[in-house]
């Protein structure tokens, strides 16, 4: 994936790259990127919106995910997801 940390994508550009997808945690994404060889970590915002905020390789990635874990809540709310409860509807 060629976005940029911070951007917001859709949920299938987000996993186009990739072999598989999981939301690991509720709320942060994981997929497989097979062009650069490594993970990308999302947080989703709504059904089909995603906010890229790392990358992470087979070395790092469980602590790239405790890193984000706690802040999934929070970016979540500022970027005023109203329920993030897996019902992203409004």
Same mark, same amino acid.
């Given at each position: 994936? !060629?976005? =940029?940390?911070?951007?917001? +994508? @859709?949920?299938?550009?987000?996993?186009?790259?990739?072999?598989?997808? =999981? *939301? *690991?945690? *509720?709320?942060?994404?994981?997929?497989?990127? %097979?062009? !650069?060889?490594?993970? #990308? $970590?999302? +947080?989703? $915002?709504? %059904?089909?919106?995603?906010?890229? +905020?790392?990358?992470?390789?087979? @070395?790092?990635?469980? %602590? =790239?995910? =405790?890193?984000? +874990?706690?802040?999934?809540?929070?970016?979540?709310? !500022?970027?005023?997801?109203? #329920?993030? @409860?897996?019902?992203?509807? %409004?």
């Amino acid at each position: 994936m !060629q976005a =940029k940390r911070g951007t917001i +994508v @859709s949920k299938q550009d987000f996993i186009q790259d990739g072999l598989y997808a =999981k *939301e *690991e945690y *509720e709320g942060l994404l994981v997929s497989s990127d %097979e062009q !650069q060889n490594c993970y #990308n $970590l999302g +947080v989703q $915002l709504a %059904e089909d919106s995603v906010l890229f +905020v790392d990358q992470a390789t087979d @070395s790092n990635i469980n %602590e =790239k995910m =405790k890193t984000w +874990v706690p802040q999934i809540q929070t970016l979540q709310r !500022q970027h005023n997801v109203k #329920n993030n @409860s897996g019902n992203y509807a %409004e």
